[in-house]
Structure formats: structure tokens, C-alpha cells
């Protein structure tokens, strides 16, 4: 799809409404991970040194359509002021009275963040009426939040309609990088494809089989798969009403000749705690009474020799229970070896997904993919083969 960027784009003293995503995860009243900041910096300061006025837009967390002074974008803008290292201006609305008086008050390369969008039942219903209002406060709207793009809401969808529209340089590395990924991959593509359950990735399973050359299944949704084909899987974490589809997924595969690899052999425990006992064996072999928490070594051994044989991977989804250690052994091995073929420049890899992320920072590899997106259910319902509300809107 084509898109309007930022480049060549003459901003000097025009009001710039930035729809950013500062939807950030807070502990105790601070923000606990700024990696979404830190990547919304370079479109503020591009367009804060070009003499812009950037107007930043953005919902937090789900008051649906109420004002929660929990829920307020306050701490986050004063978050934002000392990750960008200058002075951040708010507004204790995002329409209205407060915000036209602190856009007035503005001069060339001043930052301002407007309240949460999300206080109004107009953001989510998408309003013309209030994607009015916050059109009145701008002159060009310039979105960034690719992780919120697969919501039609005013400030994602309809203002881009209302304002001449652009892509800023997040927007345009995420759309970048997916389309290398997914869109024109070097073949052969692999999908590594984790997590608890199969019933939530089924659109994604269903896409990803038609695209790609090799699909990898780990995490408890591979046992889904395992139970599937017949292989008794003792306690583990598994949905024996999706065993049909799990069947249908393989056919589907099998016709369009893509390669699904399963678990060959697993790590397995009698109980789910932080380093209980485990035991290794082949996935034929799952005691009774044992579950399935992990990959075994064979198989990390065997996802990361065919994808020496790949150029493109793109990933979601832990491959164990990681966040229960050992059972992060997997995904970190398979992603430290990822890593070592992005470096060596024989694979283009790109992950995406909250697990996924935290994941990749666990295993300390975040810098070594060739891109780690920060959207959650965005880059999901893009590997999906959904269209992007928020991404459909900027086309140009
Ligand atoms: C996210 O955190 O994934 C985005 O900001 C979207 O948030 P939402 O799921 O509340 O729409
Ligand atoms: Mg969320």
C-alpha cells in the first residue's frame, strides 16, 4: 500500500495532530516499560525541529468513554518530557475548551499531549462529530501508532479522513518491515507461531499456512496439534474440542506445501512451579501424569537447522512457558540462534507481540532481529492478513 511520509512535508508553524500510541504499561504510577516512547521520539523531534507544533493524540488503557482520572495521560506526557528531553505541554482534554487554549497558547517546536481520547464514547464508536472537534485543532495529522491501527476508532480512522494524512517514521518503519516480511519475502519464509492456545490464533494459523514455506508450532498450542495426530500428551495444556480444526490446519497446510513442524521431543513436569524438577523425553513418551512445559533440545536443534535454510522468519509467541523458569530454555535458545542468522545476514527476522517482545528482551536479542515490533493485537491481525483500519486510512 502507498503512504504519505514525512519526507519533504513543510510543517514550519503548522499544527500537527500526532496520533501516537502511549498506551504504556504503568507500575505504581510510573511508566514500567518506555520502549513505545522511546520509538514515538524520532517523528517528535523531526517534526518538532522543523518548526512544527506537534499535537500528541493518544487513548490509555479502557475507561470506555469515561473520564478515570486513573486513566489519565498525565504521568505518561511527563514520562514522554523526559525520554525526549524536552518540555511537554498537556491539556486536561482532548477536545474543547482546554485543548484549543493550549494548542492557541503554542509556538513553533513545542510538544503538547492532549488527554486521553479514550474519555470520550466518540473515539470508540469512531464519531464524526467528535473527529470533527479534534480536526478543528490541527492542520495535517500525522499517525505513528501502527499498534493501534487495527482499531477503526475518530483518532486512528475518521480524523485521517478529515485532515491531509501521513505515515510518521514509526508508522513507516512498521509498515517497512512488515512488508519485507510478509508482503515480498525472500523465500524460503518461515513463521515460528507460539503460545497457550490455539483458539485465539486460528485467522492467524489459517493466513500463515497459505504464505509461508515452513510453519514452526511450539508452546501449549502444540500440544493442541500433538493430541490431534493421535499422541497422548499426559496433563498438559491442551483444547480437545479444536482437534478437528488443528487436522483441518494441517490439511490445509499439506495443500498448499507448507511445512509444519511439531515438537519431537519435550520438557516436562509433574507440577508448574518455578524450577520444579523436569524430565526430557520424545513427545511420544509424555508420561501420564507429566505436562508438556517446554520444548526439548532435539527439537530447538531442528527448528533452528531448517531455518538455516530460510531468509525470512517472522515470529509470535513464546515457544514454552517462559515466564516460568526453566521453561524459557527453548525461547531463548531458538531466539539467540535467530539472532545469530539475522547478524550473519542470512535471515530477515521479524517478531512482534507482547509475549513475544518480553521474550526477545529475556533472551537479549531485541537489538539482533532485524525488527521487533511493539504492537501486540495490531501485528497479529496483520500477520492474520487483516486490513489495518488505521493503516487503511493513510493510503494515499
Ligand atoms: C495496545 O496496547 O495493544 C494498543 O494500544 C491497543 O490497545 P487496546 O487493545 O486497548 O485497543
Ligand atoms: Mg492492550
Not at 498448499?256 to 523425553?281: N, Q, S, Y
Not at 513418551?285 to 530460510?310: F, Q, S, W
Not at 517482545?357 to 511493539?374: F, I, K, N, W
Request: aromatic share 4%; charged share 20%; with cysteine.
Amino acid at each position: 500500500m502507498a503512504f504519505r511520509t514525512l519526507d519533504g512535508l513543510a510543517v514550519r508553524g503548522r499544527r500537527v495532530l500526532l496520533r501516537a500510541d502511549l498506551n504504556v504499561p504503568m507500575q505504581d504510577g510510573k511508566v514500567s516499560d518506555p520502549t513505545r516512547l522511546e520509538r514515538l521520539c524520532p517523528t517528535i523531534r523531526e517534526l518538532a525541529e522543523k518548526g512544527a507544533k506537534v499535537i500528541v493524540l493518544s487513548h490509555f488503557d479502557r475507561p470506555k468513554g469515561r473520564r478515570v482520572p486513573s486513566m489519565s495521560l498525565r504521568p505518561v506526557a511527563e514520562a514522554l518530557s523526559g525520554v525526549l528531553g524536552r518540555p511537554v505541554a498537556f491539556a486536561e482534554d482532548c477536545i474543547g475548551a482546554p485543548a484549543e487554549t493550549a494548542v492557541a497558547a503554542m509556538r513553533e517546536g513545542d510538544v503538547l499531549v492532549l488527554e486521553n481520547t479514550r474519555f470520550h464514547p466518540g473515539e470508540e464508536q469512531n464519531d464524526a462529530a467528535f473527529a470533527d472537534a479534534l480536526a478543528r485543532l490541527g492542520d495535517l495529522y500525522v499517525n505513528d501508532a501502527f499498534s493501534a491501527a487495527h482499531r477503526a476508532h475518530a483518532s486512528t480512522e475518521a480524523l485521517a479522513r478529515r485532515l491531509p494524512a501521513y505515515a510518521g517514521r514509526l508508522m513507516q518503519a512498521e509498515l517497512e518491515a512488515l512488508e519485507r516480511a510478509l508482503g515480498a519475502p525472500a523465500r524460503p519464509l518461515a513463521a515460528i507461531v507460539g503460545g497457550a492456545k490455539v483458539s485465539t490464533k486460528l485467522d492467524l494459523l489459517g493466513n500463515l499456512v497459505e504464505r509461508v514455506n515452513l510453519l514452526v508450532i511450539g508452546g501449549a498450542m502444540a500440544n493442541t496439534f500433538l493430541a490431534a495426530r493421535g499422541i497422548a500428551v499426559g496433563r498438559s495444556l491442551q483444547e480437545p474440542d479444536l482437534h478437528a480444526t488443528a487436522r483441518g490446519i494441517e490439511a490445509k497446510a499439506k495443500a498448499a506445501g507448507c511445512e509444519i513442524l511439531l515438537p519431537i521431543d519435550a520438557v516436562v513436569a509433574h507440577e508448574f512451579r518455578a524450577h520444579a524438577p523436569t524430565e526430557t523425553v520424545p513427545v511420544g513418551a509424555v508420561p501420564a501424569e507429566a505436562m508438556i512445559l517446554d520444548l526439548g533440545p532435539l527439537t530447538c536443534a531442528a527448528i533452528l537447522d531448517r531455518l538455516a535454510e530460510c531468509r525470512t522468519l517472522v515470529w509470535n509467541g513464546p515457544l514454552g512457558a517462559f515466564e516460568t523458569p526453566p521453561f524459557d530454555t527453548a525461547t531463548v535458545r531458538v531466539a539467540r540462534g535467530v539472532a545469530g542468522l539475522t547478524r550473519a545476514g542470512r535471515l530477515l527476522s521479524v517478531a512482534g507481540g507482547g509475549d513475544t517482545v518480553a521474550a526477545l528482551r529475556q533472551a537479549g536479542v531485541t537489538e539482533d532481529l532485524s525488527y521487533v515490533s511493539a504492537a501486540g493485537g495490531a501485528f497479529l491481525e496483520w500477520l492474520e492478513g487483516k486490513t489495518l483500519p488505521g493503516v487503511a486510512a493513510l493510503a494515499a
